[in-house]
């Protein structure tokens, strides 16, 4: 069973920056981040193939920046100029066939890292 880790979740005054990670057990062809409020379904933030193909919800674009490493089994989330409307439980996500920001079609889960951005 593919495992997901999510890793670098904080609290950060609004402005500030955090970066999250996520090792997978094994190289998956797609991998994204999700968040979650209380109250709200999961949404879709960004999301990258193994050849480099990105997408981003536009709330976050110009903000974000995803990536993976050379291996294909780390993935990334750069996140600046972060609000206060960003705090939300992130996940990592994966799955070997399709890759959108639509979180049903995502076979594998991380367990979450919490990001709170204060004013």
């Known amino acids: 069973q593919v495992q997901l880790v999510e890793s670098g979740g904080g609290s950060v005054q609004a402005g500030g920056s955090l970066r999250l990670s996520c090792a997978a057990s094994?190289?998956?062809?797609?991998m994204g981040w999700f968040r979650q409020t209380p109250g709200l379904e999961r949404q879709g933030v960004a999301r990258?193939?193994?050849?480099?193909?990105?997408d981003y919800a536009d709330s976050v674009k110009g903000r974000f920046t995803i990536s993976r490493d050379n291996a294909k089994t780390t993935l990334y989330l750069q996140m600046d100029s972060l609000k206060p409307e960003d705090t939300a439980m992130y996940y990592c996500?994966?799955?070997?066939?399709?890759?959108?920001?639509?979180?049903?079609?995502?076979?594998?889960w991380g367990q979450g890292t919490q990001v709170t951005v204060s004013s």
């Open positions: 094994e190289n998956i062809f797609c």
């Open positions: 990258l193939d193994n050849v480099g193909r990105i």
């Open positions: 996500a994966a799955d070997p066939t399709r890759c959108n920001l639509i979180a049903v079609n995502y076979r594998y």
